[in-house]
């Protein structure tokens, strides 16, 4: 009987198997490093604060004077985007307020009173909250479902330079639209970053009430009043890729 084996592993199959092993050790590696480095909030932009080009202060004007969302943010409530404001709108108080400010010289080259090169050009504002080109988002839409500007900004009444305040990745917008109600609000209220609703009397005049009406879940409430589209539509790929 012939003592030669049935088969012989060739030669290759070395290689191969030191190519097996280290890929089972660098690739579970690599893939939980892949993952770590996606969700970290460094990749996903949280607590990025441009340096703008005219130090404006949400704190300030937001907060302290108590100026208005819209004022500024003109077709936030009509548009799919919350404009900026023209350098007009600046100057309807810095016309006279602080009009000499160094600070402010970038509004005053816009308007034709700094260097005459640069009048009638925007304001170099740097963007913060960026979404990807594949990603659709409508302000008007989230602005009259009762989605407060807090919920995607934070409280950017008391922001002396804006930062971003939320990932704003899949999984976080997804958890809002799989359960709306508990982000929703009186319409008058959106642009209000200190609204709590805890005041009864307040909330049934916000909602044309009386206190007796309020109802219970005031979330579920307003899904209703407010005509928020099924969860199943809310998840749906083409509500935000289209």
Avoid at 21 to 41: E, N
Avoid at 220 to 237: A, E, F, G, N, W
């Amino acid at each position: 009987m012939s003592e030669r084996p049935f088969f012989v592993f060739p030669k290759w199959s070395d290689w191969l198997t030191k190519v097996f092993v280290v890929s089972t050790l660098i690739i579970p590696i690599y893939l939980v490093i892949l993952i770590a480095y996606g969700c970290s909030a460094r990749t996903l932009n949280v607590n990025y604060a441009p340096r703008q080009p005219v130090p404006f202060s949400h704190a300030l004007h937001a907060g302290k004077l108590g100026i208005n969302c819209e004022y500024c943010h003109t077709d936030v409530a009509r548009a799919a985007y919350a404009a900026l404001p023209p350098t007009q709108t600046c100057l309807n108080c810095h016309s006279l307020i602080a009009s000499k400010s160094r600070e402010l010289q970038a509004v005053r080259n816009s308007y034709g009173t700094g260097k005459k090169s640069l009048a009638g050009m925007s304001i170099p504002w740097i963007k913060v909250d960026d979404l990807p080109d594949y990603v659709y988002f409508n302000h008007e839409a989230h602005i009259n479902a009762g989605i407060s500007c807090l919920v995607c900004h934070g409280k950017v009444n008391e922001m002396t330079r804006v930062y971003q305040a939320k990932p704003f990745n899949m999984a976080w917008c997804l958890n809002c639209h799989r359960n709306p109600a508990p982000f929703l609000r009186p319409r008058n209220q959106v642009t209000n970053l200190n609204w709590t609703g805890k005041n009864k009397v307040k909330l049934a005049n916000d909602l044309g009430l009386t206190v007796q009406m309020l109802p219970h879940n005031l979330g579920k409430y307003l899904m209703k009043r407010y005509h928020i589209p099924s969860v199943k539509q809310l998840t749906d790929c083409e509500t935000c890729h289209r």
